[in-house]
């Protein structure tokens, strides 16, 4: 089967829609299929273009077997709404170009969170007559009005208006969580073209190992005790939370939160957490994808953390498969939802009540002294690990995918 596959992030990028989409294109071809991929030149987080890279009109490169055509974009850092949305339009123009250049598909696939990506995967779609299917990765954007990026208004319903019409127009919807199709089934969208593929992990890339000596000694924890939030740093998160439990949590001299990666509110929280003088707070750059297992091994419990906004009880970020795999605890801290549910199922963690910074610093209190229930927590959550495999994932997505270029969407939801 013929795929071509629209994604504003991709490799070297190191997000979530970036990771998910190669890592199960790289199983596609691996199992036969020719899949092409549309993006632009590697710039998130920070707007800026990845060294080796340029922001070219059109430029094409092999990556493990996947076809990758890159276009040129307005390029914004990931603040600033009006800059970020000039930066999701380009692409969905210079995408929706692109994709009409290529050989032609069997199936075309876009993903969210930003739709304008969809946008332009349903528009090729209809130009060439070939099923398109939505992979729906936020609410968007439901979520960026949750966050206050964007105020209820006409704008935002006109927008709302639109994402309803590409569920209705796509072939299938591939949802990542059940919370996310019961919200499209609430809203008029047939349950049975929704199929529910949760995120995953490539476990073979991470496994429990000793804490990295030479990391640890560059960033001074070869002897604390670490709770580690590796992701973006963005209105989403609500990090500020974990600087109010940090500062909470002075007097325990042995401990430290290691915020790990890149974002809007990046800057804003190192400012914060000098002007408070938490020497119990590190702030560590965005490190590629290949060295995550080392700094993922600097952690004693991985903190994941969300806002405290019923937007958000519906998402399962990716980073808590990641931890799944190294074997570690999962802290929570996240509105009662989908993250919660797989938690509680796989018996991997412990959540407590989102921006509570008193829960959040009792959590981890109890973790740090009572070694037999964290290590407990951790053999549960390297167990789950293989439950909640890439591999996995990639199956179930191309399933729903020849069933869409089959003229069978309609089926999706029995997929899973």
Not at 221 to 249: K, P, W
Request: aromatic share 8%; net charge positive; with cysteine.
């Amino acid at each position: 089967m013929k795929i071509l596959f629209l994604t504003e992030n991709f490799p070297p990028e190191t997000n979530a829609a970036a990771t998910r989409v190669f890592e199960r294109a790289c199983y596609w071809v691996k199992w036969g299929h020719a899949v092409t991929v549309i993006t632009c030149a590697p710039n998130f987080p920070h707007g800026s273009v990845f060294p080796g890279h340029r922001n070219r009109w059109y430029r094409t490169e092999d990556m493990s077997g996947i076809r990758v055509v890159r276009v040129k974009t307005f390029i914004a850092s990931n603040t600033g709404v009006v800059r970020r949305t000039l930066d999701f339009l380009s692409f969905m123009v210079t995408g929706f170009a692109a994709a009409l250049w290529q050989e032609k598909p069997d199936v075309i696939a876009a993903t969210s969170p930003q739709f304008f990506t969809a946008v332009a995967g349903w528009a090729a779609g209809a130009v060439r007559g070939v099923p398109f299917v939505f992979e729906l990765g936020d609410l968007w954007p439901a979520s960026i009005a949750a966050v206050g990026a964007l105020r209820t208004n006409l704008l935002l319903r006109l927008i709302e208006r639109l994402e309803l019409h590409l569920y209705r127009k796509s072939a299938a919807v591939l949802a990542l969580t059940g919370a996310f199709k019961e919200n499209l089934v609430g809203r008029g969208i047939p349950g049975g073209k929704i199929a529910v593929v949760m995120n995953g992990v490539d476990t073979w890339r991470y496994g429990p190992r000793p804490r990295d000596a030479a990391l640890a000694g560059q960033w001074g924890l070869n002897r604390h005790f670490v709770v580690g939030y590796m992701g973006t740093h963005g209105m989403a998160h609500a990090l500020g939370n974990v600087l109010e439990a940090a500062d909470r949590l002075r007097g325990e001299t042995n401990l430290r939160f290691v915020l790990v990666g890149a974002g809007a509110e990046r800057q804003a929280l190192m400012v914060e957490a000098e002007r408070k003088r938490l020497d119990n707070v590190v702030f560590m750059p965005p490190q590629p994808k290949e060295n995550m297992p080392a700094v993922w091994s600097l952690c004693d419990v991985a903190l994941v953390h969300l806002k405290d906004s019923p937007v958000f009880a519906g998402v399962i970020p990716s980073k808590i498969f990641e931890a799944m795999a190294m074997g570690l605890p999962v802290l929570l801290a996240a509105p009662e939802g989908e993250a919660s549910r797989v938690l509680s199922e796989d018996e991997a963690g412990v959540r407590v009540p989102a921006e509570d910074p008193d829960a959040l610093a009792g959590a981890v209190v109890k973790l740090m002294k009572e070694d037999d229930t964290r290590r407990a927590l951790a053999r549960r959550s390297l167990a789950a690990a293989p439950r909640h495999s890439r591999e996995h994932q990639a199956r179930l997505t191309i399933e729903v995918l020849e069933l869409a270029a089959a003229g069978r969407g309609d089926e999706a939801g029995r997929t899973a």
